[in-house]
């Protein structure tokens, strides 16, 4: 088989093996990966943020040499694994370096600023992160969305129900239960912070 050919991981397999033909072709691969997300990312940032796509390419590569050296997941891709390393590197230096450091608008690593469009489905990997197993973070999930535990409100539950059991998108939830674009985006916020609290005080 080609090197070209070769997963991610039989590829690390032989860096480790000091193969000095399969880092090159790993790291031309993930050179390409590091400007897809650093476009990605640009265009979510660039109004607000000053940050240039050479900024974000620069941390999105760097993070590929951390992850090959960390990871160590047999039961996981390297790509999910590198690719959460990366989003919240973006998301940190972002918060910290733009224009608006320590605005609302980037507190914390979530994606809760991001720019929502009207037929994007927000995932439950969005508000828990890419690695979670999402079947068992559902299940405990389950009756605060319900409504059985108290967390979210009653407008925070359906959107919740919606978003992450039913897969809607924005759109649909806004024509669903006729609320305001502004009012559906607020309650996603707000719903999705408090997911996100409980899930790291009960859960991970």
């Known amino acids: 088989m080609l090197l070209n050919e070769m997963s991610d991981e039989d590829l690390i397999f032989l860096i480790r093996a ?27 940032f660039k109004k607000n943020s000053g940050i240039t796509l050479e900024e974000l390419y620069a941390i999105a590569f760097s993070k590929t040499h951390e992850a090959v050296l960390r990871f160590d997941e047999i039961d996981k891709t390297f790509y ?5 390393m990366v989003k919240n590197a973006i998301y940190d230096y972002v918060r910290t370096n733009s224009y608006e450091a320590g605005g609302k608008i980037f507190a914390g690593l979530s994606l809760d600023h991001k720019r929502y469009y009207d037929n994007e489905v927000i995932m439950l990997s969005d508000v828990v992160g890419e690695d979670e197993k999402e079947n068992e973070i559902m299940k405990f999930l389950e009756p605060y969305i319900k409504g059985k535990k108290k967390l979210l409100t009653v407008n925070e539950q359906k959107v919740a129900e919606l978003l992450l ?21 607020y309650l996603i916020r707000n719903m999705k912070n408090k997911i996100q609290k409980i899930i790291k005080e009960n859960y991970l």
């Open 18 to 44: 000091n193969s000095q033909a399969a880092e090159k072709v790993f790291y031309k691969r993930y050179s390409d990966y590091s400007l897809h997300l650093a476009n990605k990312y640009y265009y979510i």
């Open 80 to 84: 999910a694994y590198w690719r959460t």
């Open 165 to 185: 059991m039913k897969q809607y998108s924005i759109k649909e939830i806004v024509e669903e239960l006729h609320f305001t674009r502004n009012k559906t985006n």
